[in-house]
T-cell receptor, first 112, second 109 residues
Framework: DTEVTQTPKHLVMGMTNKKSLKCEQH?????MYWYKQKAKKPPELMFV???????INESVPSRFSPECPNSSLLNLHLHALQPEDSALYLC???????????FGPGTRLTVL | RKEVEQDPGPFNVPEGATVAFNCTYS??????FFWYRQDCRKEPKLLMS???SGNEDGRFTAQLNRASQYISLLIRDSKLSDSATYLC??????????FGQGTELSVKP
């Protein structure tokens, strides 16, 4: 089973809201990732977790806060976002940080 | 210079055609290389990893030339279902994937 699940599929939020994106995998992968993708652009890496520890933060603004509660789950907490943060947020996982990454279907976020 | 460069296309080809995509990368320390495909409004899906010895999966062949820092993907006997954006992806450090801009392929009947 090479499935990464993400919830919700769609999210609309105001600039003062707090929301969370969730990602889950049951493949025993030890690395998990958050990406942001704008229309007609490739995915851009935001965060990497390796063995449940944050290993890469690509200078992401603090209004995005990742959390890895256990090896199967990855959350992205959102607070005080801007309209330009509207995008597709993709979660991915891999056996190890140098291996092929498998992507979830993404959460399409709109910030009003 | 971009870290990963691809011809953005679009490539418009008839069914049955052979099409080749090229990609160059700038970081000589890169260790892992992949091709992903992405359909409109969907997530990227791994097409194949790319090895120095070259690898083939059915109609798809990938090649890596480390000396030239060049990666290629060849699709033979194109199908309508091959229409998608093809992303060249290079791993540069501990899980950090750098995506090329993608090459759009449209296969016509």
């Amino acid at each position: 089973d090479t499935e990464v699940t993400q919830t919700p599929k769609h999210l609309v939020m105001g600039m003062t809201n707090k929301k969370s994106l969730k990602c889950e995998q049951h493949m025993g992968h030890r690395a998990m990732y958050w990406y942001k993708q704008k229309a007609k652009k490739p995915p851009e890496l935001m965060f990497v977790y390796s063995y449940e520890k944050l290993s890469i933060n690509e200078s992401v603004p603090s209004r995005f806060s990742p959390e890895c509660p256990n090896s199967s789950l990855l959350n992205l907490h959102l607070h005080a976002l801007q309209p330009e943060d509207s995008a597709l947020y993709l979660c991915a996982s891999s056996w190890d940080s140098r291996d092929e990454q498998f992507f979830g279907p993404g959460t399409r976020l709109t910030v009003l | 210079r971009k870290e990963v460069e691809q011809d953005p296309g679009p490539f418009n080809v008839p069914e049955g055609a052979t099409v080749a995509f090229n990609c160059t990368y700038s970081n000589s320390a890169s260790q892992s290389f992949f091709w992903y495909r992405q359909d409109c409004r969907k997530e990227p899906k791994l097409l194949m990893s790319v090895y120095s010895s070259g690898n083939e999966d059915g109609r798809f062949t990938a090649q890596l030339n480390r000396a030239s820092q060049y990666i290629s993907l060849l699709i033979r006997d194109s199908k309508l279902s091959d229409s998608a954006t093809y992303l060249c992806v290079v791993e540069i450090q501990g899980g950090k994937l750098i995506f090329g801009q993608g090459t759009e392929l449209s296969v016509k009947p």
